[in-house]
T-cell receptor, first 115, second 114 residues
Framework: AQTVTQSQPEMSVQEAETVTLSCTYD???????LFWYKQPPSRQMILVIRQEAYKQQNATENRFSVNFQKAAKSFSLKISDSQLGDAAMYFC????????????FGKGITLSVRP | EAQVTQNPRYLITVTGKKLTVTCSQNMNHEYMSWYRQDPGLGLRQIYY???????DKGDVPEGYKVSRKEKRNFPLILESPSPNQTSLYFC?????????????FGPGTRLTVT
């Protein structure tokens, strides 16, 4: 079974600085998808960024980028120029290639942004 | 607007009183799923459905039922709720194709069972 590990329960960053959130996963599949979701106080699950395992290029979405290391099974999220609105819980998630594959989530990390 | 809706958003109930949380999506997605979120545990899948009349258990199905009679709806049924089912529940949907894999989440339902 696939597992997703987020070992840091909390992190803090100064506004305008850069922070990296760590995530590792375990799988025997070669083709899969990885995601970072943001959950602000409203509780809505918001997709931040996605990565297809078959793509070597790291995904980027504006201030958000990932460092995808397939051999190491690592998928970290970098937030540049942190803003107060980035404060939220962030979940790393894995989805296998099969049509019935579920999303497997890590336990999440709470990010606070200091003004 | 493409969306997943859930109702109710908040519910307080008593042990043993049957309840249903509705989920509806307007994106013609084949795949729908229910998750529960608990502190320190992340989100865990309860049940999922690949299409109409096709449902299967996720990681934590005990105490829950689902049905998929229409493509757009996927209600979650708690026939005899217990306090350990107090949680935040999310419905999600996506296309079944493995290349159109993004899951869209509903706004969540906060359930308290006393």
């Amino acid at each position: 079974a696939q597992t997703v590990t987020q070992s840091q329960p909390e992190m803090s960053v100064q506004e305008a600085e850069t922070v990296t959130l760590s995530c590792t996963y375990d799988t025997s599949e070669s083709d899969y998808y990885l995601f970072w979701y943001k959950q602000p106080p409203s509780r809505q699950m918001i997709l931040v960024i996605r990565q297809e395992a078959y793509k070597q290029q790291n995904a980027t979405e504006n201030r958000f980028s990932v460092n995808f290391q397939k051999a190491a099974k690592s998928f970290s999220l970098k937030i540049s120029d942190s803003q107060l609105g980035d404060a939220a819980m962030y979940f790393c998630a894995y989805r296998g290639h099969g049509a019935n594959s579920k999303l497997t989530f890590g336990k999440g990390i709470t990010l606070s942004v200091r003004p | 607007e493409a969306q997943v809706t859930q109702n109710p958003r908040y519910l307080i109930t008593v042990t043993g009183k049957k309840l249903t949380v509705t989920c509806s999506q307007n994106m013609n997605h084949e795949y729908m799923s229910w998750y529960r979120q608990d502190p320190g545990l992340g989100l865990r899948q309860i049940y999922y459905s690949m299409n109409v009349e096709v449902t299967d258990k996720g990681d934590v199905p005990e105490g829950y039922k689902v049905s998929r009679k229409e493509k757009r709806n996927f209600p979650l049924i708690l026939e005899s709720p217990s306090p350990n089912q107090t949680s935040l529940y999310f419905c999600a949907s996506s296309f079944r194709s493995t290349r159109r894999y993004e899951q869209y989440f509903g706004p969540g339902t906060r359930l308290t069972v006393t």
